[in-house]
């Protein structure tokens, strides 16, 4: 299932095997919330830009359109015209992000929608009922997302309510897996960490989870908060606890550097709204740093976003275009400015995989960021 092809120091390249297809890893995972790209990007734009793994939101589908609907149109893959892997997280972010519209319970958390405030109940069984009406190829366990600055006594009982969820949600997909009428009975399980700031509740969790051999497991509640140096440290503390012979996704981060500092300490998956939402607001990433678009320098550039990007957008478009299409407001500017963002971000993982490949993954890092740096708009 998940093989370790090769490591340079703590980064691994390894390879994810499933229903759905290989994914090259480390990878970023493209964000599609309500089951598309922000920002008008199509299924098929996803293909030539490199994509290997979309994500898309339990909580967000469940609302709307509903995951019964998915599963009777043939679950999420046919309903987006996407064959690759997807990934489903679990509703369990929700707890966090919509602290004012829930109570959180030892069987689960209820909801008041975002959308028409009608109640909605989720726990692990729900969560993973959902996610399995959806047919993604993995799935996310039912977690809390505490903040990261919450007290010590708060954030022990929370991280335990999390390994009882996470010991119900791997009940309730064994037993989904073994229906009939099931989507997709091969539906991969990957178990979350949690514990905020403090490094021994995190260990201890890990080492918890660790225990129950799921498919994968996720380091989550960072990037909700703190500063990159308290994510990076609670990385060096936690990730040596999770299997190095399974797949690790920090969840939720980030920017290039903070993929690029995480994948040092071992991390293999990534997914974030950074490049889709930077570029709806005409931020494109480049190898020299971020150029904000909108900038009136940009009005008469004839040159593409980055020289030398094999991207769709820099193939064709010059910035003075995209800056126009940005200021009068067209649709247009903001699809490019993210079709072009994440093609940055699949071919940095392209580089990155190819770096730890070659042994020069320390030379790889040290190079780009101090490339990406030099720019300040």
Same mark, same amino acid.
């Given at each position: 299932?998940?093989?370790?092809?090769?490591?340079?120091?703590?980064?691994?390249?390894?390879? @994810?095997?499933?229903?759905?297809?290989?994914?090259?890893?480390? +990878?970023?995972?493209?964000?599609?919330? &309500?089951?598309?790209?922000?920002?008008?990007?199509?299924?098929?734009?996803?293909?030539?830009?490199?994509?290997?793994?979309?994500?898309?939101?339990?909580?967000?589908?469940?609302?709307?359109? #509903?995951?019964?609907?998915?599963?009777?149109?043939?679950?999420?893959?046919?309903?987006?015209?996407?064959?690759?892997?997807?990934?489903?997280?679990?509703?369990?972010?929700?707890?966090?992000?919509?602290?004012?519209?829930r109570r959180?319970?030892?069987?689960?958390?209820?909801?008041?929608?975002?959308?028409?405030?009608?109640?909605?109940?989720?726990?692990?069984?729900?969560?993973?009922?959902?996610?399995?009406?959806?047919?993604?190829?993995?799935?996310?366990?039912?977690?809390?997302?505490?903040?990261?600055?919450?007290?010590?006594?708060?954030?022990?009982?929370?991280?335990?309510?999390t390994t009882?969820?996470?010991?119900?949600?791997?009940?309730?997909?064994?037993?989904?897996?073994?229906?009939?009428?099931?989507?997709?009975?091969?539906q991969l399980?990957?178990?979350?960490?949690?514990?905020?700031?403090?490094?021994?509740?995190?260990?201890?969790?890990?080492?918890?989870?660790?225990?129950?051999?799921?498919?994968?497991?996720?380091?989550?509640?960072? &990037?909700?908060?703190?500063?990159?140096?308290?994510?990076?440290?609670?990385?060096?503390? +936690?990730?040596?606890? @999770?299997?190095?012979?399974?797949?690790?996704?920090?969840?939720?981060?980030?920017?290039?550097?903070?993929?690029?500092?995480?994948?040092?300490?071992?991390?293999?998956?990534?997914?974030?709204?950074?490049?889709?939402?930077?570029?709806?607001?005409?931020?494109?990433?480049?190898?020299?740093?971020?150029?904000?678009?909108?900038?009136?320098?940009?009005?008469?550039?004839?040159?593409?976003?980055?020289?030398?990007?094999?991207?769709?957008?820099?193939?064709?478009?010059?910035? &003075?275009?995209?800056?126009?299409?940005?200021? &009068?407001?067209?649709?247009?500017?903001?699809?490019?400015?993210?079709?072009?963002?994440?093609?940055?971000?699949?071919?940095?993982?392209?580089?990155?995989?190819?770096?730890?490949?070659?042994?020069?993954?320390?030379?790889?890092?040290?190079?780009?960021? #101090?490339?990406?740096?030099?720019?300040?708009?």
């Amino acid at each position: 299932m998940y093989e370790l092809i090769k490591r340079d120091g703590l980064a691994k390249r390894g390879r @994810l095997c499933t229903v759905h297809g290989v994914i090259e890893t480390p +990878v970023f995972m493209n964000v599609g919330t &309500a089951a598309a790209i922000k920002g008008a990007a199509s299924t098929q734009d996803l293909q030539e830009i490199g994509t290997q793994v979309e994500l898309s939101n339990t909580y967000h589908l469940h609302v709307r359109p #509903g995951d019964e609907v998915i599963k009777k149109l043939g679950g999420l893959h046919k309903f987006m015209v996407w064959d690759k892997p997807i990934l489903t997280d679990s509703g369990g972010f929700q707890v966090f992000s919509l602290a004012g519209l829930r109570r959180i319970k030892e069987e689960g958390v209820y909801f008041n929608s975002h959308i028409d405030g009608r109640k909605i109940f989720m726990g692990p069984e729900e969560s993973m009922r959902i996610q399995s009406n959806l047919g993604s190829t993995i799935a996310m366990a039912f977690d809390e997302c505490p903040s990261s600055v919450a007290d010590r006594s708060y954030m022990e009982q929370s991280v335990d309510r999390t390994t009882r969820w996470l010991q119900r949600c791997k009940r309730e997909m064994e037993r989904l897996n073994s229906l009939p009428d099931t989507i997709n009975r091969n539906q991969l399980l990957f178990g979350i960490n949690q514990g905020g700031i403090y490094e021994d509740i995190r260990i201890r969790h890990a080492k918890e989870i660790t225990e129950l051999d799921l498919d994968g497991y996720a380091v989550g509640g960072l &990037a909700v908060g703190e500063s990159h140096e308290e994510m990076y440290r609670i990385l060096d503390a +936690v990730v040596p606890y @999770l299997p190095a012979e399974k797949p690790v996704y920090l969840m939720g981060v980030g920017t290039p550097a903070n993929i690029l500092e995480a994948v040092d300490r071992g991390v293999d998956f990534f997914d974030c709204v950074y490049p889709s939402r930077n570029g709806r607001h005409g931020h494109v990433y480049t190898n020299q740093g971020k150029l904000n678009l909108f900038n009136a320098k940009y009005e008469l550039d004839t040159s593409p976003i980055e020289k030398g990007c094999q991207c769709p957008v820099c193939r064709i478009y010059s910035r &003075a275009y995209i800056r126009h299409l940005l200021k &009068a407001k067209e649709m247009l500017g903001m699809r490019l400015c993210v079709l072009h963002n994440l093609y940055f971000y699949n071919t940095m993982m392209a580089e990155i995989r190819a770096a730890i490949e070659a042994g020069r993954y320390k030379e790889y890092k040290a190079d780009k960021l #101090g490339r990406m740096a030099g720019l300040k708009e």
